[in-house]
């Protein structure tokens, strides 16, 4: 579940902090650990960084009796440019325009695309308007404008639908019951969220801090584990 609001209690000592969700008189309890991504302005940090008064963007499930954050994103309304990572749903060349939901908030933002934006592919080669296509996957950095517009400094494709991905690394969230693991990649130390079948050998196999192999498809929904290899 995506919940949005401000941060009224912090405690990062029994990791867990209150949020007063927007539009909502009630306040909610979230739980976080070691296995929480926390994201602030847009870049990876810790739990450190959270403060009370801080609006947040938080991907919660229900861990037991408790409700625990598995992405934690801190936002700045007051930044000079911000970075976010989603899926394109609309582009209008015409218009120079880009319409992306974010991963983790899944709010839509709408970005125009000047003479100096700069396109890039995952392997390093520069792209064109062209590789901006529904589904794709994409880092936009950008400068605000208004509400959930902005100008986009560059654009870096990650994923289109179709793409071949091997990742390697360590287990960092595991929910065999939903089908699904974390890994935090070794070669650019970013964590991935990927679905494999319920049905897997090495399903049981799967624990967080596990080195593993991973052989995956991006669907244009996410990374689809195709084979998985305990290292």
Avoid: C, W
């Avoid at 037991?64 to 440019?81: D, E, H, K, M």
């Amino acid at each position: 579940t995506l919940v949005g609001g401000n941060v009224t209690k912090i405690d990062t000592i029994r990791n867990r902090m209150q949020v007063q969700p927007f539009g909502d008189k009630n306040s909610m309890k979230v739980s976080f650990d070691e296995r929480t991504r926390v994201f602030r302005d847009g870049r990876e940090t810790t739990q450190a960084s959270i403060h009370k008064g801080d609006r947040v963007y938080l991907d919660t499930m229900l861990d037991g009796p408790r409700v625990f954050a598995r992405n934690i994103r801190v936002v700045n309304l007051n930044a000079p440019s911000f970075d976010t990572t989603g899926q394109i749903v609309g582009y209008e060349a015409n218009r120079s325009r880009m319409d992306v939901v974010d991963q983790v908030t899944h709010s839509s933002f709408s970005f125009t695309l000047s003479p100096q934006t700069v396109i890039k592919l995952r392997d390093g080669r520069a792209g064109t308007a062209a590789d901006l296509r529904p589904q794709a996957l994409v880092a936009v950095h950008f400068a605000p404008g208004g509400e959930r517009r902005g100008t986009a400094r560059e654009v870096e494709v990650l994923a289109l639908p179709g793409d071949n991905f091997i990742f390697a690394g360590k287990l960092t969230f595991v929910d065999l019951r939903g089908s699904l693991i974390a890994l935090e990649n070794e070669s650019d130390s970013k964590i991935y969220d990927l679905i494999f079948d319920p049905h897997m050998a090495e399903r049981e196999r799967l624990r967080v801090g596990t080195d593993v192999t991973v052989t995956a498809t991006f669907t244009g929904k996410g990374y689809q584990a195709e084979k998985i290899e305990v290292r």
